[in-house]
C-alpha cells in the first residue's frame, strides 16, 4: 500500500499545514521500537516543564496538594517550570482557565502596548509569532499524565471532566510508541443525566461514566486538513449562544503552538442530555472521541477507535484512492467522510472512487462547500451524530474498551499489579453483598443498635435526664455496668469476615492499600448509588409537605439502611478496637488489635479522610480517635504543628463542594452520598509557607448539614446540631459559615446555632476566627448591592448573640463582636453559582473558582497573621476530647474542661508562686534591716542622723511604700510579659488575668499592712527600751566612778591587797552605790485592758448583740478551757443535721484556734514586748477565716476565747520583759564582770585579750546567731519550694492525696477530710523536719549568712582602723556603727563593756579579728550540733505557716464535700477544686435513712435532686441552682466518669470506719465502686490533677 507522506516540522508554514493538527512523524502505524529522537524530544520537553525527576518517581497527591507559595501567590507564570504547577493549581481548583497558562516571558502577542512607539511597521506586523517556544496545552496534559501516578490521574481526569474538558481516552507513552487505555483514571467520573426516556418521569440517571454503555462517535483525521477537528467538536457540543471550548483547538491561547508529545493522544468526553428537548443538542448520551494526528501513522489508535466507536468520522483533504485503512474489515464503526470543498488539493474524483469502494451512500459523506457556512455545517455534522446514536446497536462502556485495547496490544492502566491486587481484595468484600441492611448486620454489627445504645448511656451518664429520685452514683453505676455489658456484647462478635479482608487489606503496601481503599469506595457507591438516589429524590419531594412526617421517617431510615461506605469499615474498626480496650490489657485478642490505630494513621497522611463524629450514632468514638491521632503525632514528629479549618452550613449548600474547590480535596459530594457528621482530613504544608503558618498540616474538617431536613424531623435536631457545631467550631482555627442567600429562614436557623457556639467558645478562651460566605451571589456588583444585607446579617448576629448569652447566662455579651473578632467589611465572601450554565453539560463556573481562591488566600493570610498559634496533634486530640465531654452535658460553659486550659492555668499559678515568694522573700529582708535600723535607734550603733523615733518611724514609712510600690510593679509587670509570650498557651487563660492582677494588689496590701504593724511595733518597742538604756545608762556611769575611786584608794593603802579584800572592798563599795541609785518603779501594762479595748473596737459594727456579750464576761475568764462551741437558740430542725452543724462549726473555730496560736507562739519566741499590733492581727486571722460566716454569737465568743487565751500569754510575755530590762536586775548581773574588770585595773593586768574576747562573746555572738534566726526561715522556704508538690496548690493537693493512698491509715483520712487545715499544717511541718533532718541544707545556709556577717565585722574592724580615733571607747563605737544596718548590738552588753576599759586600742583591733574569727569557728560547731527542731523553734519566720498559706490558698471549700478550693492567686473571683468527693466524707447523710451520702456534688449539680443547708434557710432547693446561694463556686461536672474513682475508693473501703467516725449508717456503695482497685484510684487522681505518669515520684 502507497502511503502518504507525513508533513515534517518545515511543512509548518504550508497554507494547508495546521500545527494543532500536526502528525507525528515518530510514531508508525506499527508497533517500533522507540528511537533516539524520540527520547530526547520527550526528554527535552519535561526538562523545559521541571518534571523530569516525576518520569519515574511519579507525582503523588499529597505532594500537588500540599500548601506552598504557588497556592497563594498571583504572579505571572514567567518560566516553563511554572506552567505545570499553574495548571495543576487551576485544574485541582476546578478553574476552566486551566489550560490558559502560558509563559509571559515567551511568546508574547505581537502588538505594542500603550507606551510603545508609534512608528508605522507593516512588516512586523504582516510577520508570524514565532510558537516553537510556547508549549501547547496537549503536551503539557500529556507531560502531566506521564509524570503522575494513578491517583493524580484519577484526580486530574475527574477535575477536567468539572471543567467540561476532554479528559485522555488514550495517552501515548513517546518514548516507546506504545499508548495506555486510561480506564482506571476514569473510574472516578459520575455523571448525572436525564435521558428522553426519563423526561416524562423526571427521573436521572447517575454513575460513573465507565459503567455507562453509550455509543461512541470518533473524530479523526487523516494526512492533513484544513479543518479544525476540534475546534468543530467544540462547535458541535456547544449550544449557538455559549460554545465551551471542551476540546484544545488552534484558536485558542497556546493550541497553535506546534505539539510535541501529545500525537497519538485520544481524548474522550460525553454529551449529557437534560431532558429538556429545546435545550438538549442531542437527546441521548453520546461519548465523542477526538485523536490527535494523523491516523495513517496512528493505526492502532484508529483500529480501537473504528472497534470501539458507533461511527468514525475521518476528517480530510486529499483522500488516497487506495484507501487500505479505511477498508479493514474488522471495523464495526461506520466511516464518515468529512472534507473541505474549499481547499486547493480537495479532489471529487479520488472522492467518488474512495466512496464506492468504501460503499457509502451520501448520508455518510458531509461536505464544506463554499455555499455551506458554519453553522449550516455544524447542523450537518449534528444529523450525522444524531442519527448514529439514535440507530446505533454498537454501544460500549469504557470498562469494555479494555478487552479491545488487549487485543490491539494497548496497555490499560489498571493492569499494574498493586491495583488489580486492590481490586481483587476490594470485589472479595463487596461481591457477597446483596441485601446492605442485611450485610451490615451480618458483616459490620458493632455499629448499629449496639453504638446507638452505647452513645444514649455515655450521654445520659453526663445528663442524668432519667434518673429520677434513684441515688444518683447508683443510677451512674448501673449505667457503667449497661456500658460494660454492651462492650462485651461487642467483643462476643469477634472480627468479621468481611473486617478481617479489610483490615488485612489496608495492612498491604502504601500503594495497594490507596488502590484497594479506592475499589472499595466505587464498588460501594456503585452498589448503593442508584438506591441512594432515588431515595434522596423521594425524600426532598416529601420534605416539601409537612404533613408527611412518617412518611419522611421512613425514608430516612431506608436511606441510613441502604448507605453503605468505607466509612462503616473504617466505623467498624473503631468499634473493635474501642470494645478491645474495655478488656484486660493481657488480653490476647486486645493485644492482637493494638496495630489499628497506626494503620488509620497512615491512611491519614496518605491523604484518606478520617470519620471524627458518626453522624447516624451522633457520637465520637474517642478512645479510637484519640489513639489514632496518637500514632499520628508519632508518625510525624516533631513536624506536629496543625491549623484546622472547618465548613458549617445548611444541608445541600456546597459545603464540601467549597471545600473540595478550595483545597483540590474529594469529600463526597454525589447526590446520594451527603456528609453525615464530620470529617478531618489532613494536607501538608510546604516549608515555604510554614514559617509564615507556623504549622506543619493543615486539618480541613468537612461537616454535615446544620438543621438538615432529615435531623429536622427528629426530636433531638437541635441538639444535634448545637453538638456538632460547638464541637467543629471549638476545634477550628477558622470557621467558614456556609449560607444559601436564597433561604434566610434556614441562614437564622444556622446564625443561632453558630452563634451559640461562638459564645461557648468564648467563654471557655478559645477564640477561632469566621468567615461567612454567601453561596449562589451572581450579580457582579453583588459586593456593593450587599452592604445593606452586612448590616442586616451583623444585626441578626447581634440578636442570636442576646438571644445565645441569655439562654447560657452570660448576658454580658450584647453584640456578635463581643463574642469574637469580626468585622463585616472583610469577614464575609460572596461567592457566585457552581455551574456556569445548566448541568450537565455546563462547566464549572470560573468566577466560582476565582473567588473560592481569594478565599483561600484570605484564609492562609488570616491564619498566618493570627495571634493563636498553631497546635499540636496532642494538643487538639485534648480539645477534641474536653469539648465533646463538654458538649455531652446540658450546660456546656459550665461542664467544659481542658488538660491544655489546666495545664496553661497550672503553668500560670506557678510563674505567679515564684513572683509572689520573690516580692515576700524580699520584704523579709527589707524588713529584718528596717527592724535593725530601730533596734540600734539612740544607740552608739544608729545609723539614722535623726534623734527622732517618730521621724525614723515616718522615714521607714515611706521607704517601705516605696518598696512596696517597686514589687506591685514588677509583679504586674511580669504578669503583662506573661501573657504577651507565645508559648504556653497563655491565651486559654487570659480571662484569669485579671484575677492575677488583683491577686497582686492584694498581696501588696496584706504585706503592707504587715510590713506597718512590726515598724509600728518595733518603734514603740524601742521607744520605751530607749528609756531604760539611759537609766542604765547613767547607773554605769555612776558605778564606774566609783569603781575608779575605790582603785585610786586601794593603791594608796601600804598593805597589800590580796584578792579577798579586794572583793570585800568592792562588795562594800557596790551596796553603798547601790543605795545611792534610784530605781524608777516599772509599772506593768495592763495587758488584758488593751486586749479588751481592741476587741471592743473590732466588733463595734456588730451591733448591740456583741456588745451584750462583750459586757457579760470579763476577758480575764476567757480562753481558760477549750473552747466548745454551742449551739444556743438554734432550731434543732434534725437530730443529725443539729449534730452536724454544731460539729462544723467546732472545726472552723478549732481551725482558727491552731492558726491564732501559732501566731502567739511566734511572739513568744522573740522574748519582746507586747503591742497592740499583735492582738489586731489576731482579730484580722479571726475575721478573714469567718469572712462567709456571718454568725455574730459564734464570732463574739470564738474572738473572746482565743483574745482571753492570748492575753493571758502576752501578760506573760510582758512581765517577762519588764524583768528582764530591769535596771537594777542588769547592773546585778554586772557585777561579777564589774569586779573582774576592778581588780584588773587594780594589778594593771593587760586587758586586751579578754575585752577583745568579751566584746565578741558578749556583743558581736548575739547579734550574729540573730541574724542568722532571722535570715534562715525564708531560706528553708526556699528549699521547700524547689519541691514539685510546693509549686501549686494543685500539685500539693494531688502529693497529699497520693500520700494519703500510700500510708493506708483510715486517721489520716479522717483527719483531711474533717480536720483539713490542722491536718495540712502537721503534714507541712512533718515535710519539712523531713526534708531538713537529714540534710546538711540548713547548715549550708547558716554558714553563709555567717560568712556574710563575720565579713561585714571583719570590713566595719578594718575600716575604723583607718579612722583615728582618740581612744578604745571611740574605736568600739565606731565599729558599731559600721555595723548599724546589719547587726542589732545588745546595749546592755555594750554599757558593761565600756566600764573599766584600759584595753591597747591597736593590739585590741588585731586580737578582735582574731576572736571574731574564733566565734566564727565556734558558731559553726554550734550551727552543726543544734537539732533542726531547735532551729525551728528559734526562726523569726515560721516556714510551716508560710507553706501553709502557699498551698491553702483562700482556705475556702467545696459547701458539699468541703473539698479545698484550688483556685491560684488570692483575689481569685471564683472557687473550685479538681477533684470533688462524696459528700458523705463531708459527713452529709440522708435525713430518712442516716445512711452516709455516695452522691458526688459534680453528678448532684447535672440532676434535679435538692439538697437544704443553713444557707438556704433549711429549705430544700434544686443542686441546679447552688450558684443562688454560693455564687463564687464553680462545680463542673468531672473530666470523665473515672475522675472520682479516688474517693469512690476510698469511701467503699472505708465505708463502715466512715460511719462510725461520723455517728452515722455505712453508705449504701454502688457496686462498680467496690471493684475500684488502688492503682485505678491512683490513676484517676492522675487524670484529675493532670499529672503525667513519673511525676512525684519522691
Known amino acids: 500500500m502507497k502511503k502518504k507522506t507525513v508533513p515534517t516540522a518545515s511543512d509548518g508554514n504550508s497554507p494547508t499545514h495546521r500545527p494543532e493538527e500536526q502528525s507525528n512523524p515518530r510514531v508508525t502505524g506499527k508497533m517500533q521500537d522507540e528511537t533516539p529522537n524520540t527520547e530526547t524530544d520527550l526528554e527535552r520537553l519535561l526538562k523545559d516543564l521541571g518534571l523530569e525527576q516525576y518520569y519515574s518517581k511519579k507525582l503523588s497527591l499529597s505532594k500537588i496538594l500540599e500548601i506552598d507559595e504557588k497556592t497563594i501567590s498571583d504572579e505571572p507564570v514567567k518560566r516553563k517550570t511554572n506552567i505545570p504547577w499553574n495548571f495543576l493549581k487551576k485544574l485541582m481548583m476546578v478553574n476552566v482557565t486551566a489550560r490558559d497558562a502560558k509563559c509571559t516571558s515567551v511568546g508574547e502577542p505581537n502588538c505594542d502596548d500603550a507606551s510603545g512607539t508609534k512608528e508605522l511597521n507593516i512588516d512586523k506586523l504582516l510577520g508570524s509569532s514565532d510558537t516553537d517556544d510556547r508549549l501547547n496545552p496537549l503536551d503539557i496534559i500529556t ?58 418521569s423526571k427521573g436521572f440517571i447517575e454513575e460513573r461514566i465507565v459503567h455507562s454503555q453509550l455509543p461512541m462517535v470518533s473524530f479523526v483525521r487523516l494526512g492533513e486538513c484544513s479543518l479544525s477537528k476540534s475546534e468543530i467538536l467544540n462547535k458541535l457540543l456547544s449550544s449557538s449562544q455559549q460554545c465551551h471550548d471542551t476540546f484544545v483547538h488552534h484558536n485558542m491561547e497556546c493550541g497553535d503552538s506546534k505539539r510535541k508529545i501529545s500525537n497519538g493522544l485520544t481524548e474522550i468526553t460525553w454529551y449529557l442530555p437534560c431532558g429538556n428537548q429545546n435545550m438538549d443538542i442531542f437527546v441521548e448520551p453520546v461519548a465523542i472521541a477526538n485523536l490527535h494526528g494523523d491516523i495513517a501513522t496512528l493505526e492502532t489508535q484508529f483500529s480501537f477507535l473504528c472497534q470501539t466507536s458507533a461511527a468514525v468520522f475521518v476528517f480530510f483533504d486529499d483522500l488516497d484512492s487506495e484507501c487500505e485503512l479505511l477498508k479493514n474489515q474488522k471495523h464495526k464503526a461506520q466511516i464518515f467522510l468529512v472534507g473541505n470543498q474549499q481547499n486547493m488539493s480537495f479532489s471529487s474524483s479520488t472522492l467518488k472512487e474512495v466512496v464506492t469502494k468504501l460503499k457509502l451512500s451520501n448520508n ?210 473503631g468499634q473493635i478496637y474501642e470494645a478491645s480496650v474495655s478488656l484486660p490489657k493481657t488480653n490476647p485478642y486486645r493485644i492482637q488489635l493494638q496495630h489499628l490505630p497506626k494503620l488509620c494513621a497512615q491512611l491519614l497522611l496518605d491523604g484518606f479522610p478520617l470519620e471524627l463524629v458518626d453522624g447516624h450514632a451522633s457520637n465520637i468514638p474517642l478512645r479510637w480517635v484519640s489513639d489514632v491521632l496518637s500514632q499520628l503525632n508519632g508518625l510525624v514528629s516533631p513536624k506536629n504543628k496543625i491549623m484546622v479549618v472547618t465548613v458549617l452550613g445548611v444541608q445541600s449548600t456546597g459545603k464540601s463542594t467549597l471545600l473540595n474547590t478550595m483545597f483540590g480535596v474529594q469529600f463526597a459530594v454525589s447526590s446520594g452520598r451527603c456528609t453525615r457528621g464530620a470529617f478531618m482530613l489532613l494536607i501538608k504544608v510546604n516549608e515555604d509557607v510554614k514559617k509564615d503558618l507556623n504549622c506543619d498540616f493543615m486539618v480541613i474538617i468537612d461537616t454535615e448539614g446544620l438543621k438538615s431536613p432529615e435531623l429536622a424531623q427528629l426530636d433531638n435536631s437541635h441538639e444535634h446540631d448545637n453538638e456538632l457545631a460547638t464541637l467543629v467550631v471549638g476545634l477550628s482555627d477558622i470557621t467558614i459559615i456556609n449560607i444559601a442567600m436564597e433561604n434566610s429562614a434556614e441562614m437564622k436557623d444556622i446564625l443561632q446555632i453558630v452563634v451559640h457556639a461562638f459564645l461557648r467558645m468564648k467563654e471557655v478562651s478559645k477564640k477561632p476566627k469566621c468567615y461567612f460566605v454567601h453561596q449562589n451571589v451572581s450579580d457582579v456588583s453583588a459586593h456593593k448591592n450587599n452592604l445593606r444585607d452586612k448590616k442586616l446579617l451583623l444585626k441578626q448576629l447581634n440578636e442570636m448573640t442576646q438571644a445565645a448569652a441569655k439562654m447560657e447566662k452570660k448576658e454580658e455579651n450584647k453584640s456578635f463582636t463581643d463574642v469574637m473578632e469580626y468585622n463585616p467589611n472583610t469577614g464575609n465572601c460572596y461567592v457566585p453559582g457552581l455551574w456556569n450554565g445548566n448541568p450537565p453539560m455546563a462547566p464549572v463556573n470560573a468566577g466560582y473558582s476565582e473567588i473560592v481562591y481569594e478565599l483561600k488566600k484570605n484564609i492562609i493570610h488570616r491564619l498566618g497573621e493570627s495571634e493563636a498559634f498553631a497546635n499540636k496533634i496532642l494538643e487538639f486530640r485534648e480539645w477534641m476530647t474536653s469539648l465533646w465531654n463538654a458538649v455531652k452535658h446540658e450546660n456546656f460553659i459550665v461542664s467544659f474542661r481542658n488538660s491544655l486550659v489546666a495545664d496553661a492555668y497550672m503553668k500560670l499559678c506557678t510563674e505567679f508562686n515564684k513572683w509572689e515568694w520573690e516580692f515576700k522573700k524580699e520584704m523579709y529582708t527589707w524588713v529584718t534591716e528596717a527592724e535593725t535600723r530601730i533596734s540600734n535607734f539612740g544607740t552608739v550603733a544608729a545609723k539614722s542622723a535623726t534623734s527622732d523615733m ?128 534610784t530605781f524608777p518603779e516599772q509599772k506593768p501594762k495592763d495587758v488584758y485592758d488593751s486586749v479588751y479595748r481592741c476587741l471592743i473596737a473590732n ?496
Open 143 to 200: 507531560a502531566l499524565f506521564l509524570c503522575s501516578d494513578g491517583f493524580v490521574q484519577q484526580e486530574m481526569s475527574l477535575k477536567m471532566s468539572m471543567c467540561q474538558f476532554s479528559v485522555p481516552l488514550l495517552l501515548p507513552k513517546c518514548d516507546t510508541a506504545q499508548c495506555t487505555l486510561m480506564l482506571w483514571a476514569m473510574r472516578d467520573i459520575v455523571k448525572k443525566y436525564r435521558p428522553q426516556d426519563l423526561s416524562e
Open 364 to 573: 455518510n459523506i458531509i461536505i464544506k462547500t463554499k455555499q455551506k457556512n458554519d453553522a449550516d455545517f455544524i447542523k450537518c455534522l449534528r444529523e450525522s451524530v444524531s442519527n448514529v446514536v439514535g440507530n446505533s446497536r454498537v454501544k460500549m462502556s469504557v470498562e469494555q474498551m479494555a478487552d479491545v485495547a488487549h487485543e490491539l496490544g494497548i496497555l490499560v492502566d489498571e493492569d499494574s499489579p498493586e491495583c488489580q491486587a486492590g481490586k481483587q481484595k476490594a470485589d472479595g468484600i463487596t461481591e457477597v453483598i446483596q441485601d446492605i441492611l442485611k450485610y451490615k448486620e451480618n458483616q459490620l454489627p458493632l455499629q448499629g443498635e449496639i453504638w446507638k445504645e452505647l452513645t444514649f448511656l455515655e450521654k445520659e451518664e453526663f445528663r442524668l435526664r432519667k434518673v429520677g429520685s434513684e441515688n444518683i452514683e447508683q443510677y451512674k453505676s448501673d449505667l457503667k455496668g449497661q456500658k460494660e455489658e454492651l462492650r462485651k456484647k461487642q467483643n462476643s462478635y469477634g472480627i468479621s469476615e468481611a473486617m478481617t479482608l479489610f483490615i488485612n487489606a489496608i495492612s498491604s503496601s502504601e500503594t495497594e492499600r490507596c488502590y484497594f481503599l479506592k475499589w472499595m469506595r466505587m464498588n460501594l457507591d456503585n452498589l448503593s448509588c442508584r438506591k441512594l438516589s432515588g431515595l434522596r429524590e423521594l425524600y426532598q419531594e416529601k420534605c416539601k409537605g409537612s404533613e408527611n412526617k412518617d412518611e419522611i421517617k421512613e425514608i430516612d431510615r431506608q436511606l441510613s439502611n441502604s448507605s453503605l461506605g468505607t466509612e462503616h469499615f473504617f466505623r467498624e474498626m
Open 950 to 1077: 517618730t521621724q525614723l518611724l515616718t522615714l521607714l514609712k515611706s521607704e517601705a511604700v516605696l518598696e512596696l510600690s517597686k514589687w506591685e510593679n514588677k509583679l504586674l509587670d511580669n504578669l503583662k510579659e506573661y501573657f504577651k509570650q507565645t508559648e504556653g498557651h497563655v491565651h486559654l487563660v487570659e480571662r484569669y488575668k485579671e484575677d492575677f492582677a488583683n491577686s497582686a494588689k492584694s498581696l501588696r496590701r496584706e504585706i503592707e499592712s504587715s510590713v506597718i504593724n512590726q515598724l509600728t511595733a518595733a518603734a514603740d518597742i524601742r521607744r520605751g527600751m530607749k528609756e531604760l538604756d539611759e537609766i542604765k545608762e547613767n547607773h554605769a556611769k555612776v558605778i564606774e566612778k566609783a569603781v575608779s575611786k575605790l582603785i585610786d584608794e586601794c593603791r594608796k593603802k601600804n598593805v597589800e591587797m590580796t584578792v579577798t579584800v579586794l572583793d570585800k572592798e568592792f562588795d562594800k563599795m557596790w551596796s553603798e552605790t547601790l543605795k545611792k541609785l
Open 1099 to 1594: 466588733l463595734s459594727k456588730k451591733g448591740g448583740q456583741a456588745q451584750k456579750m462583750l459586757s457579760e464576761k470579763n476577758i480575764k475568764d476567757c480562753g481558760l478551757e477549750p473552747y466548745k462551741y454551742k449551739a444556743e437558740g438554734l432550731n434543732k430542725f434534725t437530730d443529725w443535721f443539729f449534730k452536724y452543724f454544731v460539729k462544723m462549726r467546732q472545726q472552723i473555730a478549732d481551725n482558727i484556734i491552731y492558726s491564732c496560736t501559732q501566731f502567739v507562739d511566734e511572739k513568744l519566741v522573740r522574748n519582746s514586748d507586747y503591742h497592740d499590733t499583735y492582738i489586731q492581727e489576731i482579730l484580722h486571722i479571726i475575721d478573714d477565716s469567718l469572712e462567709k460566716c456571718p454568725d455574730t454569737e459564734f464570732e463574739v465568743s470564738l474572738k473572746q476565747h482565743i483574745c482571753g487565751f492570748a492575753a493571758q500569754h502576752f501578760e506573760k510575755m510582758h512581765l517577762e520583759f519588764l524583768r528582764v530590762n530591769n535596771p537594777r536586775k542588769c547592773l546585778e548581773e554586772n557585777k561579777i564582770k564589774f569586779r573582774d574588770d576592778f581588780k584588773d585595773v587594780f594589778h594593771e593586768r593587760d586587758q586586751c585579750q579578754k575585752k577583745a574576747e568579751e566584746f565578741t562573746e558578749q556583743c558581736l555572738k548575739p547579734a550574729v546567731k540573730d541574724f542568722v534566726n532571722r535570715s534562715l526561715g525564708p531560706d528553708i522556704i526556699d528549699e521547700m519550694l524547689k519541691k514539685e508538690r510546693f509549686s501549686t496548690r494543685m500539685s500539693f493537693q494531688y502529693s497529699l492525696l497520693l500520700d494519703l493512698l500510700s500510708e493506708k491509715k483510715f486517721e489520716n483520712f479522717r483527719s483531711y477530710c474533717s480536720s483539713y487545715e490542722s491536718y495540712v499544717k502537721e503534714k507541712i511541718l512533718q515535710q519539712v523536719k523531713e526534708h531538713f533532718s537529714n540534710s546538711s541544707a540548713t547548715f549550708e545556709f547558716e554558714d553563709r549568712h555567717l560568712q556574710s556577717r563575720i565579713n561585714s565585722i571583719n570590713d566595719a574592724i578594718n575600716t575604723t582602723k583607718t579612722k583615728k580615733c582618740g581612744d578604745l571607747k571611740t574605736f568600739v563605737e565606731e565599729i558599731c556603727k559600721e555595723l548599724g544596718d546589719k547587726l542589732i548590738i545588745s546595749q546592755d552588753a555594750l554599757g558593761a563593756f565600756m566600764i573599766l576599759n584600759n584595753a591597747d586600742q591597736d593590739q585590741f583591733s588585731n586580737l578582735l579579728t582574731v576572736s571574731v574569727k574564733d566565734m566564727a569557728e565556734a558558731l559553726k560547731e554550734e550551727f552543726k550540733n543544734t537539732t533542726f527542731e531547735t532551729k525551728l523553734k528559734r526562726l523569726n519566720v515560721n516556714p510551716q505557716n508560710e507553706l501553709f498559706n502557699r498551698v491553702v490558698g483562700c482556705g475556702k471549700q467545696c459547701p458539699f464535700c468541703k473539698v479545698p478550693c484550688d483556685a491560684g492567686g488570692r483575689a481569685h473571683t471564683e472557687h473550685f477544686a479538681s477533684l470533688h468527693r462524696p459528700e458523705g466524707l463531708g459527713t452529709y447523710r440522708f435525713t430518712a435513712t442516716k445512711k452516709l451520702s455516695t452522691d458526688i456534688c459534680t453528678s448532684s449539680v447535672l440532676s434535679n435532686k435538692e439538697f437544704c443547708c443553713r444557707e438556704t434557710n433549711n429549705q430544700y432547693h434544686p443542686f441546679k441552682n447552688y450558684k443562688e446561694f454560693f455564687p463564687d463556686w464553680n462545680i463542673p461536672p468531672d473530666s470523665s466518669l473515672e475522675a472520682s474513682d479516688y474517693w469512690k475508693y476510698v469511701m467503699a473501703k472505708y465505708n463502715n470506719d466512715f460511719a462510725e467516725a461520723y455517728g452515722a449508717e455505712p453508705a449504701d456503695i454502688p457496686d462498680s465502686w467496690k471493684k475500684i482497685t488502688a492503682e485505678q484510684a491512683k490513676e484517676s487522681l492522675q487524670e484529675s490533677f493532670r499529672v503525667k505518669r513519673g511525676c512525684y515520684s519522691s
